[in-house]
């Protein structure tokens, strides 16, 4: 240690203390207000605030806990001096109060650009109306949360991002939310029960869903450039869909012209079945370059239909990721291997297809059937990995016997079988 | 900086180097890679005769991260502020990230020698006898014997299903929420009147008025101390009332707190140990112990208060203000924390009204 101690800390840039005030749990931040004179208020000028679960004390009462949060929080911001550009609060001690909504009051006066809310279990809270009054909000995050707008809302026009998780709206007002964000990049959804959406969002670009959507449509979203979709089915929709007579893989997927990275999950790829024709959609996308398939049944063949769809209108496609669905109901009627070889074209390469990886590998006529046709038509294929499902304990070694005798078109590919031992 | 850049970023293999002189003239040779990551040298230098294909470790990578733990605080603090002068985003952010992991967790005092930062806010901790000797055992006997109580007493109530009493008519908006933050056991002086809120904004408009002043910032906090003392004050002067005292046990945890989160620590721990029930006998006996320290603590600061007195009459502002109850109180500068007028002690304690010049902020 020097004798000669100088405070370079106090004398860096406010700019960097409020970089370094941030990257604190807030209430080590505040507490730096005793450190000297120099540091009394600089906590107070943060225009970042993340309040989480860190700075609550672990204490066996909850009432108390709660009861110290929503203090120090309102101290906190009584105190508060200068703009507010980022209030988080994720805190499952807190249920709906009063004091949230006056909170939120307080900020939606400050120019917040961020606001991010996430509640406990309990009864979920209802956002209030000043949150629709945030006129510079960039960034919006709600979790378990209940949104109303207000007749008058003519959306948030600075939006960018926008995540909700478990929020309860009105069908109407979520594409309506949607649309009446014209700078809207971002757009998570998280936890719908029964959901129909028409997404119209010009400038979206990063889109992820995840819940049970009885129908999805992406009207307007020409610049959309990653995807990632986990449908989760019920009963209900699943009837639906059995009389639902549109193609739904034209309808999500038929105005994405930039896209770039496609996921899905569950039940997704069978969504996408449903209405397919067998005639080969024209749409290339030529910028497609990572697809990842989840819980495919090779089983059906309409999924397989979709799977290879996509494939082959995707000449620069890079790497493949498929993972076929474990639970192997035995196929009640031969399966059509015919198919494959004669209405199948084959005049498709995949030139860029470098990786290719398959997992829960089932060992199904059509699974085999269609990692062969990968192996046939990939010049530039560099490896391609096969991991057995877990359920399939004899078929291994037929499956192996299957992918060695396989014609490889790529002199470099290399195929890993990876194997656990029992 | 170039030379704590290159022990940052792992070397790659570049051949391309470029030479820097800085600004107390040496010429230091840095990887162009590196050196194209600041917008000015990439302005200067014309980037078409090398490709580059390295990546700058950088972003959490463990390699960086032991590296600035090793880094002692100056030199954190001097590669911070030249990144930012540098614009260099990626090491602002790591920089700023080990400087936060310093700080955290760590006690103001630890804090303050580590970055050498003046302790120029001894006023007001002069001011509050108990927080100076905090590592005085008896003090942390003291201490969990208050924090005994405040439990015994949570408990009673809560057994009771009555509410308790809200005494805290004051409460100093900002070490309030010290004391929050540094664990303390209290929750009956959760909710303030509002008469308070506004008392405390008063004040704090009023200081925000005078900024010419030069002890006004410490005397803001002093007057949040007043308030605080203020209290126990009133509180004191009924000890028998068990809420009352109480309430002057958790403020004068409190003030305790402030400083050291050991304390805190060892509160909640104490918490643990105790027995949800303890008879009316048992409870005189603390209340009796507690005082009976209190008063050995007190025996001490005849000394420290000359020495206090003697270091200067216009830091110690005498005034009269009239705390949430309505009843005027006396401040002094400190000492009365805890109330020991009927305690048989060095009656230097406490100074009369006339002395000292009543100072309006």
């Given at each position: 240690m020097e004798e000669l101690g100088r405070d370079f800390l106090s004398d860096l840039p406010q700019s960097i203390i409020e970089t370094i005030l941030t990257k604190l749990p807030i209430r080590d931040a505040v507490r730096t207000s005793i450190l000297s004179s120099r540091w009394r208020y600089k906590w107070a000028s943060m225009t970042h605030l993340v309040?989480?679960?860190?700075?609550?004390?672990?204490?066996?009462?909850?009432?108390?806990?709660?009861?110290?949060?929503?203090?120090?929080?309102?101290?906190?911001?009584?105190?508060?001096?200068?703009?507010?550009?980022?209030?988080?609060?994720?805190?499952?001690?807190?249920?709906?109060?009063?004091?949230?909504?006056?909170?939120?009051?307080?900020?939606?006066?400050?120019?917040?650009?961020?606001?991010?809310?996430?509640?406990?279990?309990?009864?979920?809270?209802?956002?209030?109306?000043?949150?629709?009054?945030?006129?510079?909000?960039?960034?919006?995050?709600?979790?378990?949360?209940?949104?109303?707008?207000?007749?008058?809302?003519?959306?948030?026009?600075?939006?960018?991002?926008?995540?909700?998780q478990q929020v309860l709206i009105p069908p109407d007002d979520i594409e309506c939310l949607i649309s009446s964000c014209p700078l809207l990049e971002s757009l998570?959804?998280?936890?719908?029960?029964?959901?129909?959406?028409?997404?119209?969002?010009?400038?979206?670009?990063?889109?992820?869903?995840?819940?049970?959507?009885?129908?999805?449509?992406?009207?307007?979203?020409?610049?959309?450039?990653?995807?990632?979709?986990?449908?989760?089915?019920?009963?209900?929709?699943?009837?639906?869909?059995?009389?639902?007579?549109?193609?739904?893989?034209?309808?999500?997927?038929?105005?994405?012209?930039?896209l770039e990275r496609l996921i899905g999950h569950i039940y997704f790829t069978k969504y996408l079945s449903i209405g397919n024709g067998q005639r080969r959609s024209p749409i290339t996308y030529h910028h497609l370059k990572f697809i990842e398939l989840y819980q495919v049944s090779f089983d059906d063949i309409k999924?397989?239909?979709?799977?290879?769809?996509?494939?082959?209108?995707?000449?620069?496609?890079?790497?493949?990721?498929?993972?076929?669905?474990?639970?192997?109901?035995?196929?009640?009627?031969a399966p059509d291997l015919q198919f494959w070889d004669e209405k199948l074209s084959t005049d498709c390469t995949l030139g860029q297809l470098k990786t290719v990886k398959l997992t829960d590998v089932s060992g199904v006529p059509h699974e085999m059937k269609f990692i062969k046709f990968l192996l046939e038509h990939s010049p530039s294929l560099e490896e391609m990995s096969v991991t057995p499902s877990l359920y399939v304990t004899e078929g291994r070694l037929n499956m192996l016997i299957d992918l060695v005798s396989f014609k490889r078109a790529s002199s470099q590919a290399s195929i890993v079988f990876i194997h656990e031992p029992a | 900086m170039t030379e704590a850049d290159s022990e940052i970023i792992k070397p790659?293999?570049?051949?391309?180097?470029?030479?820097?002189?800085?600004?107390?003239?040496?010429?230091?040779?840095?990887?162009?890679?590196?050196?194209?990551?600041?917008?000015?040298?990439?302005?200067?230098?014309?980037?078409?005769?090398?490709?580059?294909?390295?990546?700058?470790?950088?972003?959490?990578?463990?390699?960086?991260?032991?590296?600035?733990?090793?880094?002692?605080?100056?030199?954190?603090?001097?590669?911070?502020?030249?990144?930012?002068?540098?614009?260099?985003?990626?090491?602002?952010?790591?920089?700023?990230?080990?400087?936060?992991?310093?700080?955290?967790?760590?006690?103001?005092?630890?804090?303050?020698?580590?970055?050498?930062?003046?302790?120029?806010?001894?006023?007001?901790?002069?001011?509050?006898?108990?927080?100076?000797?905090?590592?005085?055992?008896?003090?942390?006997?003291?201490?969990?014997?208050?924090?005994?109580?405040?439990?015994?007493?949570?408990?009673?109530?809560?057994?009771?299903?009555?509410?308790?009493?809200?005494?805290?008519?004051?409460?100093?908006?900002?070490?309030?929420?010290?004391?929050?933050?540094?664990?303390?056991?209290?929750?009956?002086?959760?909710?303030?009147?509002?008469?308070?809120?506004?008392?405390?904004?008063?004040?704090?408009?009023?200081?925000?008025?005078?900024?010419?002043?030069?002890?006004?910032?410490?005397?803001?906090?002093?007057?949040?101390?007043?308030?605080?003392?203020?209290?126990?004050?009133?509180?004191?002067?009924?000890?028998?009332?068990?809420?009352?005292?109480?309430?002057?046990?958790?403020?004068?945890?409190?003030?305790?707190?402030?400083?050291?989160d050991r304390l805190a620590a060892e509160d909640e721990f104490d918490d643990c140990d105790l027995d949800d029930d303890i008879d009316p006998a048992l409870k005189e006996k603390i209340d009796r112990e507690v005082e009976d320290f209190a008063r050995r603590l007190n025996s001490d600061w005849p000394e420290r208060m000359q020495e206090i007195l003697s270091l200067g009459q216009e830091r110690r502002p005498l005034r009269l203000t009239i705390n949430g109850n309505g009843s005027p109180r006396r401040y002094t500068n400190g000492f009365s924390c805890v109330d020991y007028d009927h305690i048989a002690a060095g009656e230097k304690v406490t100074p009369s009204p006339t002395s000292g010049v009543p100072k309006l902020l």
């Open positions: 309040f989480d679960d860190r700075s609550a004390t672990q204490f066996n009462d909850r009432m108390v806990v709660e009861d110290r949060i929503v203090n120090f929080i309102t101290r906190f911001l009584f105190l508060h001096d200068g703009p507010i550009h980022k209030f988080s609060l994720s805190s499952s001690y807190l249920q709906s109060s009063p004091d949230i909504d006056q909170w939120l009051l307080f900020i939606s006066r400050k120019d917040v650009k961020e606001l991010v809310l996430e509640l406990g279990e309990g009864e979920w809270f209802r956002a209030p109306s000043c949150v629709f009054s945030c006129k510079n909000l960039m960034r919006l995050e709600l979790v378990r949360c209940e949104l109303d707008p207000p007749p008058n809302f003519k959306g948030f026009l600075c939006l960018k991002y926008l995540n909700l998570t959804l998280s936890y719908f029960d029964s959901l129909e959406l028409t997404v119209r969002a010009p400038n979206l670009k990063y889109l992820i869903l995840e819940g049970e959507f009885k129908d999805l449509c992406l009207a307007n979203t020409p610049l959309l450039v990653a995807i990632s979709v986990a449908m989760y089915m019920t009963d209900d929709i699943a009837e639906h869909f059995e009389q639902s007579s549109s193609c739904n893989f034209d309808k999500f997927l038929g105005g994405v012209p930039k999924e397989v239909l979709v799977v290879l769809q996509l494939i082959m209108n995707s000449p620069n496609l890079k790497a493949l990721q498929i993972s076929g669905s474990s639970n192997t109901t035995a196929a009640t009627r | 790659e293999m570049l051949k391309a180097y470029v030479w820097l002189q800085t600004s107390d003239g040496s010429i230091q040779q840095v990887e162009q890679e590196v050196a194209m990551y600041c917008p000015f040298i990439c302005q200067e230098i014309h980037s078409d005769f090398i490709k580059y294909r390295a990546v700058l470790t950088r972003r959490g990578s463990p390699l960086t991260r032991s590296l600035f733990e090793k880094m002692d605080t100056k030199r954190l603090c001097e590669l911070t502020s030249a990144a930012d002068s540098l614009q260099l985003k990626p090491l602002v952010d790591l920089t700023s990230r080990a400087l936060a992991r310093v700080i955290e967790g760590r006690t103001p005092e630890e804090i303050r020698e580590i970055f050498h930062l003046p302790d120029d806010l001894t006023e007001e901790e002069k001011l509050e006898p108990i927080k100076n000797t905090m590592d005085d055992p008896r003090i942390r006997l003291l201490n969990r014997l208050y924090a005994r109580k405040r439990k015994e007493l949570k408990e009673r109530e809560r057994l009771k299903n009555v509410d308790v009493e809200e005494e805290h008519a004051d409460d100093r908006s900002v070490d309030d929420l010290l004391s929050f933050i540094n664990g303390d056991n209290d929750d009956s002086k959760g909710s303030r009147t509002s008469k308070n809120k506004k008392k405390n904004r008063k004040r704090k408009d009023h200081h925000k008025t005078t900024p010419s002043n030069s002890t006004s910032s410490s005397s803001n906090a002093v007057d949040m101390n007043k308030k605080e003392s203020n209290e126990l004050d009133s509180v004191c002067s009924n000890p028998s009332l068990h809420g009352k005292v109480q309430t002057n046990v958790c403020h004068e945890t409190k003030l305790l707190d402030i400083e050291d």
